[in-house]
């Protein structure tokens, strides 16, 4: 469903925004590191997060990614979170490769933190070249 | 309300990523051009837009916008829309200037949009730096 001119936003260390409703039905949106993994896109989040909170309400999602280089190139998804995993060694693992792919570091989130794997499901792409 | 210390990225071409709310309540969120006007974040579209139709059922909005040279600094800004300007001598003469702080060129949109000035009133912000 992504297209493979655009996959390389998911992949390549690109700041994706996440937008989620909240209770009162406002919306909510933060930068996130994202992942994919060839039918999902994966981010991953310590729960107590508002946005966390929000998913757990309302797992609806919607993605905004320019490209770091040109911001006029973007990839834009709306979706549902359709799995949590919360098996913490590869939570954490997959955090750490991901400090790697954003900022060249792996990333250590404090030991208190539950971390989960959000899986989101796409139902809406688009693209601008 | 937006501390002195971000208005820099209301105001000197940082890509903002938009949230609005669909009627299924669902998110949706695209990047745009923004401006501050000291009170309100401005933002400029046209009529019939997706965002402008969704903000004409529900004006509640959220902004994520990352520093272009640093996305770990960035402003968050939950608000609603409280006024929308359709002079369109106005509209197209801010969405001109716009394009030329964001990519160097006056923005001219097609003769047959209508353009509107939205105003956001912030009612929620948050800062990382």
């Given at each position: 469903m992504i297209p493979d001119s655009?996959?390389?936003?998911?992949?390549?260390?690109h700041i994706a925004h996440l937008a989620t409703v909240n209770p009162?039905?406002?919306?909510?949106?933060?930068?996130?590191?994202?992942?994919?993994?060839?039918?999902?896109?994966l981010f991953n989040t310590a729960t107590g997060r508002k946005k966390y909170r929000n998913i757990?309400?309302?797992?609806?999602?919607?993605?905004?990614?320019?490209?770091?280089s040109n911001?006029?190139?973007f990839l834009l998804i709306q979706g549902r979170v359709v799995e949590k995993d919360f098996d913490?060694?590869?939570?954490?693992k997959h955090i750490a490769m991901l400090g790697i792919r954003y900022y060249g570091q792996e990333f250590v989130p404090?030991?208190?933190?539950?971390?989960?794997?959000?899986?989101?499901?796409p139902t809406f792409v688009h693209i601008s070249k």
């Open positions: 655009h996959v390389d936003l998911l992949l390549e260390g009162d039905n406002t919306p909510q949106v933060s930068p996130i590191w994202v992942d994919y993994d060839g039918e999902f896109v757990k309400m309302n797992r609806a999602v919607a993605l905004s990614i320019t490209d770091t911001p006029y190139r913490q060694k590869k939570a954490r404090p030991e208190t933190e539950e971390r989960v794997i959000m899986k989101i499901k």
